[in-house]
């Protein structure tokens, strides 16, 4: 069974900084690219960031370029998503979910978590 559990979001002001975190399980930690995606109110779900089973690769939307850092770590199952200088368009319910490699950025799984909340506030 998938396992994909976020959390960490919260309302912020612009500007400040927030992690997320998700917990998978020891096998997709270990078998996969992991990423994170994301959906606004009124958009579709986009991929946002991913970090290939090695660690070494890591890809980003341009509009988070500079401001969020994606990693990993596999002996606790954790991935994360530092989030920099926040934006209000950067509101979203935030997800996470496994990449074939770093450079296929679709969702791997078709089950998806709860998502986390992040807000923020100009």
């Known amino acids: 069974q998938v396992q994909l559990v976020e959390s960490g979001g919260g309302l912020v002001e612009a500007g400040g900084s927030l992690r997320l975190t998700c917990k998978v399980s020891?096998?997709?930690?270990?078998?996969?690219?992991m990423a994170w995606f994301r959906h606004a109110p009124g958009k579709e779900r986009e991929f946002v960031a991913t970090?290939?089973?090695?660690?070494?690769?890591?890809q980003y939307i341009d509009s988070v370029k500079g401001r969020y850092t994606i990693s990993r770590d596999s002996a606790k199952a954790l991935v994360y998503l530092q989030m920099n200088r926040l934006k209000p368009e950067d509101t979203a319910v935030y997800y996470c979910?496994?990449?074939?490699?770093?450079?296929?950025?679709?969702?791997?799984?078709?089950?998806w978590g709860r998502g986390t909340q992040v807000i923020v506030s100009s």
């Open positions: 970090i290939s089973l090695s660690g070494r690769i890591t």
């Open positions: 020891e096998v997709t930690i270990n078998s996969y690219a």
């Open positions: 979910n496994a990449n074939r490699d770093a450079y296929d950025h679709r969702a791997l799984f078709a089950t």
